[in-house]
């Protein structure tokens, strides 16, 4: 049975970040192209209803109202993911950083 290293924990730490900022970049993508098929068809049912004779009834302002809603809960919530992968990045370079000066320091104490 091989001894678990600080090393060891510190690699599979960063493995579990990858693997959280490639979900996130998924789930930001199936957040955002919702939101933003969504505002096109509010658009473009407004400007058809707004051009028709009759123009606009109470209930075809609700039902654009309630598409815009969507939208802007969809991007609300990609907006929270966007922030949440933006964090954990941070976190993932300054890992990085860290152990590229752990390795360099390591090099040099070898050389001498």
């Not at 991007?75 to 860290?98: Q, T, W």
């Amino acid at each position: 049975m091989a001894n678990v290293t600080l090393t060891d924990n510190t690699y599979d730490v960063v493995e579990r970040i990858d693997k959280q900022k490639r979900r996130l970049k998924v789930s930001i993508m199936e957040f955002f192209l919702p939101a933003l098929l969504c505002s096109v068809m509010s658009g473009y049912i407004y400007l058809v209803f707004s051009h028709q004779k009759d123009g606009l009834s109470d209930m075809k302002i609700a039902a654009i109202a309630l598409m815009v809603l969507m939208c802007i809960l969809l991007l609300g919530i990609a907006m929270k993911k966007l922030i949440k992968f933006s964090i954990l990045n941070n976190k993932l370079k300054r890992i990085e950083a860290l152990e590229e000066t752990i390795s360099k320091e390591v090099l040099k104490y070898q050389t001498d």
